[in-house]
RNA sequence: GCCCAGUUGGCGCAGUGGUAGCGCGUUCCCUUGACAUGGGAAAGGUCAUAGGUUCAAAUCCUAUACUGGGCACCA
């Protein structure tokens, strides 16, 4: 056994434990993941979706980073200056609330710590999570490049969020303002429209009869939300609708409130909808604010930010307002008001992280004009300038940003970005406890820190939005704050704008867009000029995993069970773009047994090791067939890869990987260099060696992107062999594909051997022959035409003898009166004495059958004249190749079945 | 409601006009020194349905069904 085999302790199978810990140690201490800004390369920059301080990583983020890490080696092995930038988001609400189940759970809260000792608290606890989550990534093998960790909440990214903030304002492209906003009351927060969900469920449609002021009937409107009514100024009818043509302009008595209300005519209402009549409540529905502002009603707020009905409510102030929905249902039925209940499954917004019903509620909030962001980012997708792999997400990119409207960036917590704007509370007349975002036209002062003095009064008390900014704000500006932005520095100048932003789908508009509207206006350029959208990894079921359903799976775990590289090998060979991924642990056991093809591979090479002073490449007249044949598949596998990484088909990638490594290069290359290695002539086992080590050496190079561990394992032990040594295998060069030319006969002659020995080891098996059993000898006959075969055969008896386990290969001049094994160029006969034909015939007859439809199928072709004149000539004598090649197995086939009869 | 994607052997997926492939699983044979996380053999699919274009369709077109997703929501 070779040395390097007793020193490594090569177990027969690979054991990554010991592997992946020794190798993370090892390239964090070496820094080579690191990037300097190298002006002479071509930049390759990413930075990493940051994920939420919220807990551990789930499998999305390993088959994310996957990708990218996927990406960032094999770009550096391309020679790119590669920059991949590491960082964690503060994440907002999704934070806080985790937080807040924490301080419940510790039976305190918000509320009872106070501001400064629940910010403290938090950036205690996130600090830790920040810490398993940069661990975890380093785990997974992640090449970031760690000295650059960053934070959306850190001292630089508060640093680029002033200035972003700053220059919105300047360019007065942020206003505060009075405005319908989606508002969560257990979060106690406005959010973003994208912020909602809408989910169906069940409700009922209340049919309530207003009457008019004057005694007459009045009309029937319809409701699924009758608490709503409190607050209704006024009931409103199409214009055109005949039924109602005589209310209009009349005034209602609105039930249980007494309050007259108009009827008024707008054509938003759908006549064939309900009754037609619609009661309209514009402090607490975006449609009948509309209407309101469109006929100057009053808005009146009856249910307060915390989900209570408000003083205005009269009778059912105080209580909830699932509690008064009940109420006023059974008040309007006991006065005779409730003329219908029917059953009415309808959209309800709902909170996109704790699914809390929304309550679109008024109030004073910041926004962002988004209508000129939005069209800078259309023009560069428009001009090429971004593109989104796969090509399908551009349309609804397109149409969102198309139709959106203006971003709401305040949010109601306290774990975030402060807005930087101050009031001067003599100016605005402010006390400290005044109900903030009811107190319209404030005047403010930007400033990160706390004005001096007042610019108009001079007085020198403020008071700071009380506010922090939506999480998504910092987040829109990573790809820049992450290199120091608004500095000037050699980072920004090298390595932004990045090259390729890795994401799922489910983030394209929360965060996609925005980094692109935020980066053309912040830095005027795009700042990523490609995003590869992956899909989401769902449950063996194909459901979305979830803490709720219990079905999430812990990648870490995996990784423990069959190895990290075995995770990224079933995760990457499953991303076909724009698809979701079925997650299932069956798919990591192809992973594993494929790392362990590997490890072994390199094991039988390590065994047959020759002691070479030099690894020469071997000349032509040293090389052979086999040599020739697996050099060229090499270099074909070669060139697949790369075209497949070029268009970020990565599993197409893996699968040409495995397919070149396993069916070609093991199940027969190796089988046949055995043939050398293991036999006496002492040149013959170095050209062997070479041509093997050499494919391997390549191979481990091609396959590091996707399996880092086990090849860097094998390469420490392998690298004496490589002609360009490489401290660590992400410094080395991803290979370049050999020069060799094979010929046509050599690559024809492979493929019938191949033939040859499928067809044996197939009749062996019908024959139940055990494979331990050598034939004394197989006698090849060929048929006309097949020259170039027999005489490769004859050429290489070894490889047939080796392959089939028979003792002696015999040439026949002309056909036996039976067969033994059919193929396309030969007649193979082996002896046949004392078996049972039975089988062998049955299964020769099925043969027969297939064959006979073949012959069917090719000659119905051949005998159309539209074919022979309409197709492609090459097609043509294709057919009849084939057409000729199965008229000719036929004749064969049944020449051997009589002969057996 | 509008839009997009998917529908291929038991399961998960390749395959964009010229005789259907892979992985896992299944059945049978085999522990001969790289690997039983292995080797060999085999079974298993009229490529959702109906039309159409074409000499030729899993592949292009149309419609339908089902599944998933995006957007917008009618109170």
Redesign the pocket.
Known sequence: ?NENLEQKKWD????PKDVEDHWVSSWAESGIFNSYPNFKKESFSLVIPPPNVTGALHIGHALNNTIQDFLARAKRMSGKDVCWAPGTDHGGIATQTVMEKILKAENTSRGKLGREAFTNRMEEWTANCKKTILGQLKKLGCSLDFSREAFTLDERRKTAVFHAFKKLWDDDRLYRGERLVNWCIRCGTALS??E?????RK?N?WHIRYQEVSGGAGLV?????PE?MLGDTAV?VHPDDKRYQGLIGKKLRLPLMNREIPVIADA????????????V?PAH????FEMGLRHQLSRIKVISPVGKITEEGGVYAGISREEARKKIIQDLESQGFLEKTEP?P???GICYRCQEIIEPLLSQQWFVKTHDLAVGALKALEEGKFKIHPH??E??YW??LS???DWCVSRQIWWGHEIPVWYCLKCNALSRDVSFHQVPNLKGVVSREKPATCPICGHAEFMQDPDVLDTWFSSALWPFSVFGWPEKNEDIERYYPTKILVTG??I??LWVARMQMMGLYLTGTVPFSEAFIHGIVRD?K?K?MSKSLGNVVDPIQMMEKYGTDALRFSLI??A???????F?E??L??G??????L???A??AL??AVNLEKLNSPTDSQLEAADVWILSEYQKALTSVRQEIDVY?F??AA?QM??FL??KF??WY??LA?LRL?GADLEAKKTAFTVLITILIGVIKMLHPLMPFVTEEIYSVLKNWDAEPADYLINSRFPLAPEVKETEENQKGMTALIEA??SL??L???L?????IRWQSVSVWSKQGSENERNFLKDYPQYLKTLA?CDRIEFLEAPLNFAAAITPHFNLYVPLQGHDFKQVSE?LK?ELARIES?IN??SQ?LS?P??I????PE?VS??RL?YE??RSKKARLEEFLKALS
């Not at 594993?592 to 093809?597: S, V, Y």
């Not at 004149?869 to 492609?872: E, L, Q, R």
């Open positions: 056994m027969k199978a690979y054991v429209d994208i909602v969900e809408h989910e169906e409700g449609l409107v319809a409701t699924t939300r709503t409103a938003f209402v759908d006549s064939s909808f309900g009754t037609g009549a619609v009661k409540t529905d975006p449609n009948d009415h309808h959209a309800v399908s997400w349309k609804p149409d969102w139709g959106m409207n789908y489910e394209i508009y063996k194909g979305k060979s499953q076909r773009p724009g698809k979701d991924i079925i299932s069956d798919s056991i192809a594993r047994n494929f790392t362990n093809k490890w072994n591979t094991r039988f065994m047959n088909n599993a197409g699968d495995y397919e396993w069916d093991c199940d190796v089988e055995k293991q020995v499928a080891r197939s062996r098996s019908g139940g022959i055990s494979p331990g386990q299964r099925k073949d199928k090719l072709k159309d539209n074919y004149s309409k197709a492609a097609d294709e057919t084939l090649a199965a």
